[in-house]
């Protein structure tokens, strides 16, 4: 089975990335940022002052960033994976044109996974170095949460891109959006506890990934103690989200493009 | 005219060759070969399964009956060996707006196998070929009609393709843009490069085509080269009347010594004759005054319309 096709692919979104990468990287900067000074230091003055902290003996931006990285992945994903892949499906036909070509379906799935990692990977990064210069993690086993935090994106990403294929026009995205990234953005553990959810919430953040991607991220940058079986439940979730979402989505490619 | 050639060596060979979508048949069984170095039309009006064909020849879309070999491989089985031979040039551009006019180029080459460096070269020089080297870094998207298709061919010559695939090149073209293309189209036949091309435009498979077969409805209804069609389908000459919108012409009786046949189309009168100027004085000779009259050579439009009793752009 051959993949080179695959590594074309991921070089063309590379290619397309060249052109907008300055802008790109420098919002990834300033959007955490924006959101650690303000929600961090301003919102979490309010929360935690003096001695009495809020959450797991930290302070609130300590305890919010690795959160709002996790979700910050799950965002990146959901971007990446729902009109830009539908308008090369389907307004811009690019997959027509390049399947003219010896590259096959599968290559052209499998690049665009590898372009999503990618470029997730860039954010990822870019949010972890700007939590260090907030002094947010602390330990240098911290930098596990950067491989943790492009797992969760994937285990997003590859789901959505089955969803995608399954999509005539956009208004499947809005309702996705509205229905299952801003609410997990709100409810999977970024911002609080999930224990202090009403059940039925906090049934729906640990059934998705993201509180899974969070806990573990913020065990790691925190370097607080984690009990093996969570850390082995909750990566079975992100593994298992990827898994799944990838085979979905390569035989949604399959059908598509094969019409 | 040759013997049979043998399927192999033929670059595409199909008989009985069906396409079907649910419960529609989109071509119905159809025979025909391509030769190397020759250019082969696909003619027929929008719907009569000439994209299809093409589609299953590129190994895009699978074929649902009869078979197909081109360049002597299944397309079913070697899809990827034969498209890494074929040069497509689609009915729409398809060209990716995101990336530069050469990048486009490049990229393309990239998915065909070549080496970087070789993609570059590759790319330069077909924007030398199609003129539009001095566009090399722009983005597509502000191009104009003419200049697009020129780098969608461009596109599809970047493998040096054994056979190059013409899905409607001019469709949508204003006419200094059309030549410009066909001229590109002859420089690379000249080169020997095969062509496929669709059309529905009678002036295009008369200057591209070698050989061509007419479509209709799945079907194919006639085959040979522009000449030989025209020969066997219509006259030497038409007489193209035009009458006042409200005159009732008794054309009863018209045919006798004027003309072979007679076509009333909506618009005007078609008199196919071999001598349109002996047809004219007939038909003052009988008292009708038309509004206008013109006589012209046959072309593949007549042959269209004998066919299937259709005109083919409607």
Known sequence: MSLGGAAVVLERDLLNYRRTWRGSLIVSFISPVLFLAAMGLGLGSLISHGQHRLVEGVPYLDYLAPGLLAATAMQTAALESM???????????IYDSILATPVQVREVFLGEIAW?????????????????????????LGLLAVPLTILTGLAFGA??????????????????????????FLLAGTFFPIANLPLVFQVFAWVTPLAHGVALVRAATLASPIAPLAAAVHLTVLLGYSGVGIGLGLRGFERRLRE | MEAVQTPSRSLIHARGLVKRFGS???????????????????????????????????????????SLRVLGMDPAVDGARIRARLGVVPQADTLDLEISVEDNLFIYGRFFGLSRARARQRARELLEFVQLTDRARDDVEPLSGGMKRRLVIARGLVNEPDLLLLDEPTTGLDPQARHLVWDRLYRLKQRGVSQVLTTHYMDEAEQLCDRLVVMDKGRIVAAGSPRELIDRYSTREVLELRFPADARISLDGLPDGL????????????????????????????????????????????VFLRLTGRSLVD
């Open chain 1, 116 to 140: 999503l990692v990618v470029r997730v990977a860039i954010v990822t990064v870019a949010f972890f170095a700007v939590m260090v210069l907030f002094s947010a993690v602390h330990s240098p």
């Open chain 2, 259 to 302: 003309a072979e046949r007679v076509e009333v189309l909506p618009d005007r009168v078609l008199l196919y004759t071999a001598d349109g100027e002996a047809a004219i004085a007939g038909v003052h000779q009988r008292g009708l005054v038309p509004v206008s009259s013109l006589i012209r050579r046959s072309t593949l439009e007549d």
């Open chain 2, 24 to 66: 529609f048949t989109a071509v119905d069984g159809i025979d025909f070969d391509v030769e190397p170095g020759e250019a082969f039309g696909f003619l027929g009006p929008n719907g009569a399964g000439k994209t299809s064909t093409m589609r299953m020849i590129g190994c895009v879309s699978p074929v649902s009956g009869g």
């Open chain 1, 83 to 93: 009109y830009p892949i539908l308008a090369k499906m389907m307004w811009d036909k």
């Open chain 1, 159 to 184: 789901p959505f891109f089955a969803y995608t294929a399954n999509q005539r026009n956009d208004t499947g995205f809005a309702a996705l959006n509205r229905f299952v990234v801003i609410p997990l």
